[in-house]
């Protein structure tokens, strides 16, 4: 995909949004800075996810991510084009956020849902201070989320005030969830209040249902690194994590998976085609095979079939020699 920035740039210099130095210098990772900073050089020109990618010496997901990111924290924000020109990314950001899309962990259901969060109101810090002085709860949370985190800038905290008064989420659930996102290296608050509202959503609203939820996407995220450490990759993209969701969901495990690796390769020219050990995997789901032995008993049976129709269509070599000596016989004759 193409993208471009509408941002000032002259000579010897660019433009950079003042709310990323403000306010999100402590959350945006060093890799997203990258990316930002290289969008924003080239404001006025198409760029590809590629070329950014081999320009910052980021991967191609990393990309991904944190363009993501800065539409999240509404440093980038799509213009309306049509289909034939490249997305518009503006630089000027609206008085209000009221609205943004985010893609989060699979449901309960376990499928991927992109969710709209509707923000209340960015609290100011003055009202912040209010709820803390104010409400003891909040302000035992507040110094929990500190306390797992680290100090946190008034922006973070905005989003836990309004996840804890709009959205009306206990202090425990809160907490449960912004110690998964650490976990897993995700803490920029986004992200945390994009899961929040799915958890809202699915009402989950007890420290126990969070804390089986927590446990559910663990599992799910443990078995994708396993798929990567099987395959000896750094990254998966969203398409191959749906993938892997459906082959934690089929019961496929590594030694399965490695099985299908090998297997693809002879057709895959020795090289890793994580479509092609889908499609494998996939076959074996739709014929009911959940081990590594029922696979390969499988493979036997097929190669016995195949060698058995192979012979049936062909002449046998004993047929043949008898032709070659009836012909040489009826010469010598004459």
Not at 75 to 86: E, F, G, K, R, S
Not at 166 to 176: A, H, Q, R, S, W
């Amino acid at each position: 995909m193409e993208i471009k920035t509408n941002s000032i740039v002259s000579e010897n210099v660019f433009e950079v949004p003042c709310v990323v130095v403000d306010t999100l210098l402590k959350v945006a990772s060093g890799t997203y800075i990258k990316v930002l900073l290289y969008i924003l050089r080239c404001s006025g020109k198409n760029c590809t996810q590629k070329e950014i990618a081999s320009n910052t010496g980021v991967s191609l997901q990393e990309v991904e991510d944190a363009i993501q990111f800065w539409q999240q924290t509404n440093v980038l924000a799509y213009q309306h084009t049509n289909d034939i020109m490249p997305p518009v990314f503006d630089m000027t950001p609206p008085a209000v956020q009221l609205i943004a899309n985010e893609t989060v962990p699979e449901s309960t259901s376990g499928q991927k849902t992109e969710i709209i969060i509707r923000k209340q109101k960015q609290w100011t810090g003055t009202e912040v201070s209010d709820l803390i002085r104010n409400n003891a709860d909040f302000a035992e949370l507040q110094e929990a989320v500190q306390s797992v985190l680290g100090t946190v800038n008034n922006v973070y905290i905005s989003y836990i005030a309004d996840m804890y008064n709009t959205l009306g989420m206990k202090k425990e659930v809160i907490m449960t969830l912004i110690g998964y996102c650490k976990d897993i290296n995700k803490t920029y608050p986004d992200y945390i209040y994009a899961i929040a509202c799915q958890w809202v959503r699915d009402n989950i609203d007890t420290l126990e249902l969070a804390t089986e939820e927590v446990q559910r996407l663990k599992a799910s995220h443990d078995y994708m690194h396993k798929v990567m450490r099987t395959l000896e990759i750094d990254r998966l993209t969203e398409e191959q994590e749906k993938m892997t969701a459906d082959w934690k969901n089929w019961s496929i495990n590594m030694e399965m998976l490695k099985y299908a690796y090998e297997k693809s390769l002879p057709r895959c020219g020795n090289q890793l085609s994580i479509d092609y050990i889908n499609g494998i995997i996939k076959r074996w789901h739709e014929n009911g095979i959940t081990t590594l032995q029922e696979a390969q008993e499988n493979d036997e049976l097929y190669k016995k079939k195949n060698n058995t129709v192979t012979n049936s269509t062909n002449p046998k070599k004993k047929n043949s020699d008898f032709n070659i000596d009836m012909y040489k016989i009826f010469v010598n004759d004459f």
